[in-house]
C-alpha cells in the first residue's frame, strides 16, 4: 500500500462527523459510569453478605481494587467507591495489603472530604492513622489522629473517636512522651460522648480503653493494675450481643503478656496460643505475627531458645513482608536477646546495631533507648565496662525522665551493679543491686525478683550470703521453670562451694541444661572454678 493510499484508508468515514462521535462518546461515559457503579454496588453487598466467609471475599481482592482503581478516574462513582472502602476495611489491612490500601484509604479521605460522605470521615482517617503507625511514619500517624479525633467529635462517632485516641496514645508512648499518652487515655475516659453512648458502644468503648491502659501499666510494672483492666476488658466483652472477636483476641493477647510478666508461663503460653487462633481464623495476618512473636518471648523465658528464634524469625519476615517497620524494630531487638542468650555475641551485637539504626530511621525513641541499653549488656560480657556502663546509664536516664519501664529499670540496675562489681567498686555494685531488687519488690514480679537476688549475690562479701540469695533465685527459677536462671545459678553456687565433689556436680547440671538449651557457647574457656557470668536478662 502506498502512502498517499495509507492516509485515506485512515481517514474516519465523513458522514461521523465530530458532533456524532461525541454523542457516542457521552453514550458510552454513561454506560461505562453505571456498570461501574453497579459493580461497585455488587462489591459492597457481596462484602456485607460474606462477612463470615473472608476468604470468599480475600479471593475477589485484587478485582475489588481494580474497581476502584476505575472509580478515582470517575467523579460521579467515588461515593460508591467510597463505600466499598469502608466496608472492606480493616481486613485488607489484617490480610497484609498495607500499601495498595494505604492508597485506596487516602483517596477515600479525599473523596469524603470532597462530598456528603464526611460522616465516614472519622473511620478513614483513623484507619489511616493506624496504617501509618505501623510502618514506623510515627509523626504523620499522630497529626492524623488529632484530625481524626476531632472529625469525630464533630460527627459523635464515639468508638472511633476511641480509636483514634489510643492510637495517638500508643504513638506518644512510643515517641518517648509515655505521660501525654496516659493523660489522654484519662481524658478519653471521662470524654461525654462515652457517658451519653448507648449500652453497646459503651461496652466496646470501654474494652478498647482498658486494653491500652493495659499496656501502659504493664510497662510501668502495675501489673495487678494491668490484669484488672483485662478482666474488665473481657467482661464487657462478654456482654456484647454481637461478639467482637478482634477484640477479644486481643485482649487474649494483652492478658498473655501480663502473664509472662509475671513468670506464669504455661498462662501465658495458653493466653497468647487463643489469641493466635482467633487472629487466624479472622485472616489477621499482623495480629497473628504479633501474638507469635510474643509466645518467642515466653519461650526464651522457659529457656527453650530453638522455639523462640523460630517464633521470632517468623515474625519477623511477616513484618518485613508488611513494611510493619515499628513491630519489626521491637522483634529485631528481641532477636538480640536470643542471641546473647545463646552466647553467640558477635550475632548479638549485629542485631542490636541493626535494631538501633531501625528505630534510628523512625525516629521510635522508646526502641532507641532500648537498643542502647541492651547493647550495654552486650559490651559488659565482651569487656567494655565503661561503654556499657555509659549505654546502661542512658537507657536508665531516658526511663526515670519518661517514668518508662519499670522492668527495663531492674534490669539495667543490675547490670550496672555486675559492671561496679567486676569493676572493683562493691559499694556502687551493691547499691544498684539493692535498688533492683526493691524495684523487683515493687512490681512483684518472681522473674525480676530472680535477677535482682542473682546481681545481689554476686556483689555480697559474705560467702555464705551470696549462697543463700543465689539458693533462693534458683528456688524461685525452678518453680516458674526459668531454666536458663537455673542455669545460672547453678554455674554461681558451683564456683561459691568449697566441695571439689559438689562443684563438680553443680558444673555438669548446668552444662548439661545449657547444652539443652542452644546456649553451651558460654562455657568455652571455663571451669567450674572460673565459671561465665550468665546474662541477667527476664
Same mark, same amino acid.
Request: charged share 20%.
Given at each position: 500500500?502506498?502512502?498517499?493510499?495509507?492516509?485515506?484508508?485512515?481517514?474516519?468515514?465523513?458522514?461521523?462527523?465530530?458532533?456524532?462521535?461525541?454523542?457516542?462518546?457521552?453514550?458510552?461515559?454513561?454506560?461505562?459510569?453505571?456498570?461501574?457503579?453497579?459493580?461497585?454496588?455488587?462489591?459492597?453487598?457481596?462484602?456485607?453478605?460474606?462477612?463470615?466467609?473472608?476468604?470468599?471475599?480475600?479471593?475477589?481482592?485484587?478485582?475489588?481494587?481494580?474497581?476502584?482503581?476505575?472509580?478515582?478516574?470517575?467523579?460521579?462513582?467515588?461515593?460508591?467507591?467510597?463505600?466499598?472502602?469502608?466496608?472492606?476495611?480493616?481486613?485488607?489491612?489484617?490480610?497484609?495489603?498495607?500499601?495498595?490500601?494505604?492508597?485506596?484509604?487516602?483517596?477515600?479521605?479525599? #473523596?469524603?472530604?470532597?462530598?456528603?460522605?464526611?460522616?465516614?470521615?472519622?473511620?478513614?482517617?483513623?484507619?489511616? #492513622?493506624?496504617?501509618?503507625?505501623?510502618?514506623?511514619?510515627?509523626?504523620?500517624?499522630?497529626?492524623?489522629?488529632?484530625?481524626?479525633?476531632?472529625?469525630?467529635?464533630?460527627?459523635?462517632?464515639?468508638?472511633?473517636?476511641?480509636?483514634?485516641?489510643?492510637?495517638?496514645?500508643?504513638?506518644?508512648?512510643?515517641?518517648?512522651?509515655?505521660?501525654?499518652?496516659?493523660?489522654?487515655?484519662? +481524658?478519653?475516659?471521662?470524654?461525654?460522648?462515652?457517658?451519653?453512648?448507648?449500652?453497646?458502644?459503651?461496652?466496646?468503648?470501654?474494652?478498647?480503653?482498658?486494653?491500652?491502659?493495659?499496656?501502659?501499666?504493664?510497662?510501668?510494672?502495675?501489673?495487678?493494675?494491668?490484669?484488672?483492666?483485662?478482666?474488665?476488658?473481657?467482661?464487657?466483652?462478654?456482654?456484647?450481643?454481637?461478639?467482637?472477636?478482634?477484640?477479644?483476641?486481643?485482649?487474649?493477647?494483652?492478658?498473655?503478656?501480663?502473664?509472662?510478666?509475671?513468670?506464669?508461663?504455661?498462662?501465658?503460653?495458653?493466653?497468647?496460643?487463643?489469641?493466635?487462633?482467633?487472629?487466624?481464623?479472622?485472616?489477621?495476618?499482623?495480629?497473628?505475627?504479633?501474638?507469635?512473636?510474643?509466645?518467642?518471648?515466653?519461650?526464651?523465658?522457659?529457656?527453650?531458645?530453638?522455639?523462640?528464634?523460630?517464633?521470632?524469625?517468623?515474625?519477623?519476615?511477616?513484618?518485613?513482608?508488611?513494611?510493619?517497620?515499628?513491630?519489626?524494630? +521491637?522483634?529485631?531487638?528481641?532477636?538480640?536477646?536470643?542471641?546473647?542468650?545463646?552466647?553467640?555475641?558477635? +550475632?548479638?551485637?549485629? @542485631?542490636?546495631?541493626?535494631?538501633?539504626?531501625?528505630?534510628?530511621?523512625?525516629?521510635?525513641?522508646?526502641?532507641?533507648?532500648? #537498643?542502647?541499653?541492651?547493647?550495654?549488656?552486650? +559490651?559488659?560480657?565482651?569487656?567494655?565496662?565503661?561503654?556499657?556502663? @555509659?549505654?546502661?546509664?542512658?537507657?536508665?536516664?531516658?526511663?526515670?525522665?519518661?517514668?518508662? @519501664?519499670?522492668?527495663?529499670?531492674?534490669?539495667?540496675?543490675?547490670?550496672?551493679?555486675?559492671?561496679?562489681?567486676?569493676?572493683?567498686?562493691?559499694?556502687?555494685?551493691?547499691?544498684?543491686?539493692?535498688?533492683?531488687?526493691?524495684?523487683?519488690?515493687?512490681?512483684?514480679?518472681?522473674?525480676?525478683?530472680?535477677?535482682?537476688?542473682?546481681?545481689?549475690?554476686?556483689?555480697?562479701?559474705?560467702?555464705?550470703?551470696?549462697?543463700?540469695?543465689?539458693?533462693?533465685?534458683?528456688?524461685?527459677?525452678?518453680?516458674?521453670?526459668?531454666?536458663?536462671?537455673?542455669?545460672?545459678?547453678?554455674?554461681?553456687?558451683?564456683?561459691?562451694?568449697?566441695?571439689?565433689?559438689?562443684?563438680?556436680?553443680?558444673?555438669?547440671? @548446668?552444662?548439661?541444661?545449657?547444652?539443652?538449651?542452644?546456649?553451651?557457647?558460654?562455657?568455652?574457656?571455663?571451669?567450674?572454678?572460673?565459671?561465665?557470668?550468665?546474662?541477667?536478662?527476664?
Amino acid at each position: 500500500m502506498s502512502e498517499q493510499t495509507w492516509r485515506v484508508a485512515a481517514q474516519p468515514d465523513t458522514d461521523f462527523d465530530d458532533q456524532t462521535w461525541a454523542v457516542e462518546r457521552t453514550a458510552w461515559t454513561r454506560h461505562f459510569r453505571n456498570h461501574l457503579e453497579d459493580r461497585l454496588t455488587w462489591a459492597v453487598q457481596y462484602v456485607r453478605q460474606h462477612q463470615h466467609q473472608l476468604h470468599e471475599v480475600a479471593s475477589h481482592f485484587a478485582s475489588m481494587m481494580a474497581l476502584l482503581q476505575q472509580a478515582r478516574l470517575q467523579f460521579d462513582s467515588q461515593p460508591a467507591a467510597v463505600e466499598l472502602i469502608v466496608t472492606l476495611h480493616p481486613w485488607p489491612v489484617r490480610w497484609g495489603h498495607w500499601v495498595e490500601w494505604e492508597q485506596a484509604l487516602r483517596f477515600a479521605i479525599r #473523596a469524603a472530604q470532597q462530598s456528603s460522605q464526611a460522616d465516614r470521615l472519622a473511620e478513614l482517617l483513623e484507619d489511616l #492513622a493506624s496504617i501509618l503507625h505501623y510502618t514506623g511514619r510515627l509523626e504523620e500517624a499522630l497529626t492524623i489522629c488529632w484530625q481524626a479525633i476531632a472529625v469525630a467529635e464533630q460527627s459523635k462517632d464515639t468508638l472511633y473517636l476511641v480509636s483514634a485516641y489510643g492510637t495517638a496514645a500508643t504513638t506518644l508512648k512510643l515517641t518517648g512522651r509515655a505521660p501525654e499518652g496516659i493523660a489522654l487515655l484519662n +481524658k478519653l475516659e471521662a470524654h461525654e460522648m462515652l457517658q451519653k453512648a448507648d449500652r453497646a458502644t459503651r461496652l466496646s468503648a470501654t474494652a478498647q480503653i482498658k486494653l491500652f491502659q493495659m499496656d501502659f501499666l504493664r510497662a510501668q510494672g502495675r501489673l495487678q493494675e494491668a490484669l484488672t483492666c483485662g478482666s474488665e476488658a473481657l467482661r464487657c466483652l462478654g456482654q456484647l450481643s454481637t461478639p467482637n472477636q478482634f477484640l477479644s483476641a486481643s485482649a487474649q493477647r494483652n492478658c498473655g503478656l501480663v502473664a509472662y510478666a509475671y513468670g506464669h508461663y504455661p498462662q501465658a503460653i495458653e493466653y497468647l496460643q487463643q489469641a493466635q487462633a482467633l487472629f487466624n481464623q479472622l485472616g489477621d495476618t499482623f495480629s497473628e505475627a504479633l501474638a507469635r512473636g510474643n509466645l518467642g518471648l515466653v519461650y526464651w523465658a522457659m529457656g527453650d531458645l530453638n522455639a523462640a528464634e523460630t517464633a521470632i524469625r517468623e515474625t519477623i519476615q511477616v513484618n518485613e513482608r508488611l513494611n510493619a517497620q515499628w513491630r519489626l524494630v +521491637k522483634e529485631i531487638g528481641n532477636l538480640a536477646i536470643v542471641h546473647l542468650l545463646r552466647g553467640h555475641l558477635p +550475632k548479638a551485637l549485629s @542485631s542490636v546495631n541493626r535494631h538501633l539504626l531501625l528505630a534510628e530511621r523512625i525516629v521510635a525513641t522508646n526502641e532507641i533507648k532500648r #537498643a542502647i541499653g541492651n547493647r550495654g549488656i552486650i +559490651k559488659l560480657h565482651v569487656g567494655l565496662l565503661s561503654e556499657a556502663l @555509659s549505654d546502661l546509664a542512658e537507657e536508665v536516664a531516658y526511663i526515670i525522665a519518661t517514668k518508662g @519501664s519499670l522492668e527495663g529499670l531492674v534490669i539495667n540496675y543490675a547490670n550496672m551493679g555486675r559492671c561496679y562489681s567486676l569493676l572493683g567498686n562493691a559499694a556502687l555494685a551493691r547499691q544498684f543491686c539493692e535498688q533492683a531488687r526493691q524495684l523487683a519488690e515493687q512490681t512483684n514480679a518472681d522473674p525480676l525478683r530472680i535477677l535482682a537476688f542473682r546481681c545481689l549475690a554476686e556483689c555480697q562479701p559474705d560467702r555464705q550470703q551470696s549462697q543463700a540469695l543465689l539458693q533462693r533465685a534458683f528456688d524461685l527459677a525452678e518453680r516458674l521453670g526459668r531454666r536458663f536462671d537455673v542455669a545460672a545459678c547453678l554455674l554461681a553456687l558451683a564456683a561459691l562451694t568449697t566441695n571439689e565433689a559438689e562443684r563438680s556436680r553443680l558444673w555438669q547440671r @548446668s552444662a548439661a541444661q545449657l547444652i539443652e538449651m542452644g546456649a553451651e557457647q558460654w562455657l568455652s574457656g571455663c571451669s567450674p572454678a572460673s565459671p561465665p557470668h550468665l546474662p541477667l536478662m527476664t
